[in-house]
């Protein structure tokens, strides 16, 4: 079976692999014990480094699925839990304003209704966000300009070079308003990063330090963090124009050094294998590969299920048609197939059946140049499903 889903994904992804596609990609599939890896192209525009299986990559926002697990790991701890106001450990999130009109004055604003939750934050209901009207408006918002002002980098690609420190980050986004009352809709991507300075504050570590204990060490994910200096096995991100691919960060950019503000939303850099058992982990209910529990199977669960309102999704997703097919569980979509898994806008996909006990990584350093999962990760899956 193995055998079969490399030549169907090495077919899959072979037109896509060149001038006008990606420099290169790792693609790797999993059911039960079989795996298929298939790695073509090279981690740069230019010939000289190929891609490997242990080449690195910017994960961007397949981190968000890992911050989740990582927020449950403290439930399951006891430190924190998930109807609790943020408040106690985020005392710079408390009595919340909220604008009357998302595009309105900054000063124009009603009390919040109720405290933040940490269950708003992992699913993205907590009132601050990305929408799609913001990117489309004739002229910017002026909570945009001010988040931009302020140094956030929250509502757009993620910059390790701008976000300050934790601390000052977090009592940054405190002064400003909230564009929607706390559980009100789904908004893009601030959650997680949120969640970052909950978890290192209510685990007294620095966030690389949590996740390491509780995720990556327990699991032998020992190539994903917020930087690397392995930079030679990092892939050159680029970002798609009218001539071509531009670099938007080389190997020795922004993921080469500590980052002040380690960004719990799309800040990670990866390995296929890392990833992979990340997803193991899930896929057999939370258990590491020693069968230490990680998780509780009842944590998974709430991980990986539909965890909004129909009318949160009335009023939330990246476009028309975001949440045909699927919803949103804790910081990663969940599929009406019973799928769940997200993708990384710098040009990943990671994605688990667990019905199916089917695992599909996509790895490439292509910048996404929409919300849809690009064609050549979906002609992958399908080729994955198709095979088994």
Same mark, same amino acid.
């Given at each position: 079976?193995?055998?079969?889903?490399?030549?169907?994904?090495?077919?899959?992804?072979?037109?896509?692999?060149?001038?006008?596609?990606?420099?290169?990609?790792?693609?790797?599939?999993?059911?039960?014990?079989?795996?298929?890896?298939?790695?073509?192209?090279?981690?740069?525009?230019?010939?000289?480094?190929?891609?490997? =299986?242990?080449?690195?990559?910017?994960?961007?926002?397949?981190?968000?699925?890992?911050?989740?697990?990582?927020?449950?790991?403290?439930?399951?701890?006891?430190?924190?839990?998930?109807?609790?106001?943020?408040?106690?450990?985020?005392?710079?999130?408390?009595?919340?304003?909220?604008?009357? =009109?998302?595009?309105?004055?900054?000063?124009?604003?009603?009390?919040?209704?109720?405290?933040?939750?940490?269950?708003?934050?992992?699913?993205?209901?907590?009132?601050?966000?990305?929408?799609?009207?913001?990117?489309?408006?004739?002229?910017?918002?002026?909570?945009?300009?001010?988040?931009?002002?302020?140094?956030?980098?929250?509502?757009?690609?993620?910059?390790?070079?701008?976000?300050?420190?934790?601390?000052?980050?977090?009592?940054?986004?405190?002064?400003?308003?909230?564009?929607?009352?706390?559980?009100?809709?789904?908004?893009?991507?601030?959650?997680?990063? #949120?969640?970052?300075?909950?978890?290192?504050?209510?685990?007294?570590?620095?966030?690389?330090?949590?996740?390491?204990?509780?995720?990556?060490?327990?699991?032998?994910?020992?190539?994903?963090?917020?930087?690397?200096?392995? /930079?030679?096995?990092?892939?050159?991100?680029?970002?798609?124009? %009218?001539?071509?691919?531009?670099?938007?960060?080389?190997?020795?950019?922004?993921?080469?050094?500590?980052?002040?503000?380690?960004?719990?939303?799309?800040?990670?850099?990866?390995? #296929?294998?890392?990833?992979?058992?990340?997803?193991?982990?899930?896929?057999?209910?939370?258990?590491?590969?020693?069968?230490?529990?990680?998780?509780?199977?009842?944590?998974?669960?709430?991980? /990986?299920?539909?965890?909004?309102?129909?009318?949160?999704?009335?009023?939330?997703?990246?476009?028309?048609?975001?949440?045909?097919?699927?919803?949103?569980?804790?910081? %990663?979509?969940?599929?009406?197939?019973?799928?769940?898994?997200?993708?990384?806008?710098?040009?990943?996909?990671?994605?688990?059946?667990?019905?199916?006990?089917?695992?599909?990584?996509?790895?490439?350093?292509?910048?996404?140049?929409?919300?849809? /999962?690009?064609?050549?990760?979906?002609?992958? %899956?399908?080729?994955?499903?198709?095979?088994?």
């Amino acid at each position: 079976m193995s055998s079969i889903i490399t030549d169907r994904i090495h077919a899959a992804a072979v037109p896509h692999v060149g001038p006008g596609g990606v420099p290169g990609l790792i693609a790797l599939a999993l059911r039960g014990e079989d795996e298929s890896l298939v790695a073509l192209g090279n981690l740069d525009v230019e010939p000289g480094r190929p891609a490997r =299986r242990d080449s690195l990559f910017r994960i961007t926002s397949t981190t968000k699925p890992i911050t989740a697990a990582e927020t449950l790991a403290l439930v399951g701890e006891g430190l924190i839990s998930l109807e609790e106001p943020v408040d106690r450990l985020l005392p710079e999130l408390a009595g919340r304003r909220v604008l009357r =009109r998302p595009d309105g004055p900054l000063e124009d604003t009603v009390p919040a209704v109720r405290a933040i939750t940490t269950r708003d934050l992992l699913t993205f209901t907590f009132g601050f966000g990305m929408v799609l009207e913001m990117f489309t408006a004739p002229e910017p918002w002026p909570v945009v300009a001010a988040e931009q002002q302020l140094g956030l980098a929250t509502l757009g690609p993620p910059d390790p070079s701008v976000p300050p420190d934790p601390d000052t980050w977090i009592s940054r986004l405190g002064s400003m308003p909230l564009l929607a009352q706390p559980g009100e809709r789904w908004m893009y991507n601030t959650g997680a990063a #949120v969640l970052g300075v909950l978890l290192s504050r209510a685990a007294r570590a620095p966030l690389g330090e949590v996740l390491r204990t509780r995720l990556f060490d327990p699991l032998g994910m020992r190539d994903t963090g917020f930087w690397t200096d392995q /930079t030679g096995r990092l892939a050159t991100a680029y970002r798609p124009s %009218q001539d071509g691919l531009l670099s938007c960060d080389p190997p020795a950019g922004g993921w080469s050094r500590p980052p002040a503000f380690p960004d719990a939303a799309a800040g990670l850099v990866s390995t #296929v294998d890392d990833l992979a058992a990340f997803a193991r982990m899930l896929v057999v209910g939370g258990r590491g590969p020693s069968g230490v529990p990680v998780l509780s199977p009842e944590l998974v669960r709430a991980m /990986t299920s539909d965890q909004l309102t129909p009318a949160q999704k009335d009023r939330g997703g990246l476009g028309h048609g975001f949440f045909d097919g699927r919803s949103w569980g804790f910081c %990663q979509a969940v599929y009406d197939s019973g799928a769940y898994g997200w993708d990384g806008g710098f040009g990943t996909s990671w994605l688990v059946d667990p019905a199916r006990e089917l695992v599909v990584i996509v790895l490439t350093q292509r910048m996404f140049e929409s919300p849809a /999962t690009p064609q050549l990760h979906r002609d992958i %899956q399908a080729a994955a499903y198709a095979a088994i």
